[in-house]
Structures are given as structure tokens and as C-alpha cells.
């Protein structure tokens, strides 16, 4: 039985299978991608709720794994030469399972840069443009009478769903045939956008054919159906 006592995350989320990968995370775009990659490979994992709600990714213990303070993280018991392994970031995340699993990324090493490239495009860009607009259209800072910073985010993430649109014109998956990480790591935060956020009409989302296409066939996937109630809500 692997011996997972060095990671202090364990003495408040304790496992109860030390065996398998460890997840801690919630069902927001980002820490559902992790669960839906999981669900997708078919790797045995155990996966924890970190009560965002209420700073618990502000506690010592979640610290002692990921001092951004951020959901997800996982730690796997069988990490790189046999030994325990903790991970952060969400990206990085999906490119270790998918390289520890050989799935859902291309071995072809044009093709696998090629996507990890539309992950960077999702972390670095759509994720977090999605989320200001997210906070100044229905959250904190609606409440702020200056609109501009809300004009910012809506046009640049019009923008972007502009780039997305552009992508899957002819292709089913942003890798054209193959589904990979690359659609993990959007797919969530464009169902956010216009769900959650209620965002829809603010980027003229009924104005794009592909990228609602896409979002249709991706949330139709058994294991993504899975993965967005991953860890269950308290």
C-alpha cells in the first residue's frame, strides 16, 4: 500500500485508497477538466471536494500541495519512477495523465505540440478573459457603474469565440477527427460562459454555427456527462 503520510493534504482529506490518484478539486471549468480526463482514460482515482466557498484551498494542508491556492491538484501514488507525485495547474494536469495513459494526445510530436498549444490558448487566454467577464457581468462587479471593464471582456471574449469558430470550420474536434485534451481543457469554460455566467447573448453566442456544434457533441460524451459533477457539490 503506497504511503502517502509526507503530504500533509492527506491529514485533512485523508484517502481511502492510498493505491490510486488522489484528486482535489471541485466542478468549476477548471477542476472539472481534470475529472472529465480522468473519467475519459479510465484511470481508478479518488477525488475529494475542496469547499472553494469557504477558502478551504486557503488552508495549510491545500497549501502544503498547491501554494497558489487553486483548485485542482492531484497527487498520484504511482508518479514518475514509482514514487508519489503531487501536481497543480490544471493544463499540466491534463498533459501528465494524458502522457501517463497514452491517450488524448497525439504521439505524433507536430501534432502533439499542435494541441498542447490550443490547451496554452485556453489557460493563458480563454479561461481567464471568460472569467473577468463572468465577475463584472454577474457576479461582484456588476455592482461597478463604470461598464468599460465589462466592454473589455465581452469584445475580447468575442474575440476569442471569433478564434474557436474559426478553428472547428470543417473539423468535428479542435485536432479535426481526434478528440484530445486540447477540447478538454475548453470545452467547460465555454459551457460556463453561456451557462452559468449567462453570458450568451453579451458575445453573440447564437451568431457562431461551429463552436455550438462542437460544445453539443462534446457534452454528449458519456464521460464528460461524468466528469462535470466531479467531486459532488456538498
Not at 60 to 83: C, H, R
Request: net charge negative; glycine share 10%.
Amino acid at each position: 500500500m503506497a504511503d502517502l503520510s509526507a503530504f500533509d493534504i492527506t491529514k485533512r482529506w485523508p484517502a481511502k485508497n492510498p493505491d490510486i490518484l488522489q484528486l482535489y478539486s471541485f466542478p468549476t471549468p477548471n477542476g472539472v477538466k481534470v475529472s472529465i480526463m480522468l473519467e475519459e482514460i479510465g484511470l481508478p482515482y479518488e477525488a475529494h471536494t475542496i469547499k472553494i466557498g469557504e477558502d478551504e484551498t486557503w488552508t495549510p494542508e491545500f497549501l502544503s500541495l498547491n501554494p497558489n491556492g487553486k483548485i485542482p491538484a492531484i497527487l498520484d501514488p504511482n508518479g514518475p519512477d514509482g514514487k508519489p507525485f503531487g501536481l497543480f495547474e490544471s493544463g499540466a494536469i491534463l498533459q501528465y495523465l494524458a502522457e501517463k495513459s497514452g491517450k488524448l494526445l497525439p504521439a505524433d510530436p507536430a501534432r502533439r505540440m499542435e494541441t498542447i498549444q490550443w490547451v496554452y490558448f485556453q489557460m493563458a487566454g480563454l479561461g481567464p478573459i471568460f472569467g473577468q467577464l463572468g465577475f463584472f457581468h454577474k457576479f461582484a462587479g456588476k455592482e461597478i457603474e463604470d461598464k468599460r471593464p465589462l466592454t473589455r471582456y465581452v469584445n475580447e471574449s468575442k474575440r476569442l469565440l471569433g478564434v474557436l469558430e474559426t478553428r472547428l470550420d470543417g473539423r468535428d474536434w479542435i485536432m479535426g477527427d481526434e478528440y484530445t485534451i486540447a477540447d478538454i481543457a475548453i470545452l467547460g469554460w465555454v459551457r460556463n460562459l453561456i451557462g452559468f455566467y449567462e453570458a450568451g447573448d453579451l458575445v453573440a453566442y447564437d451568431t457562431l454555427k461551429n463552436v455550438p456544434a462542437w460544445l453539443e457533441h462534446g457534452l454528449a460524451r458519456p464521460a464528460v456527462q461524468r466528469g462535470l459533477d466531479i467531486p459532488a457539490r456538498p
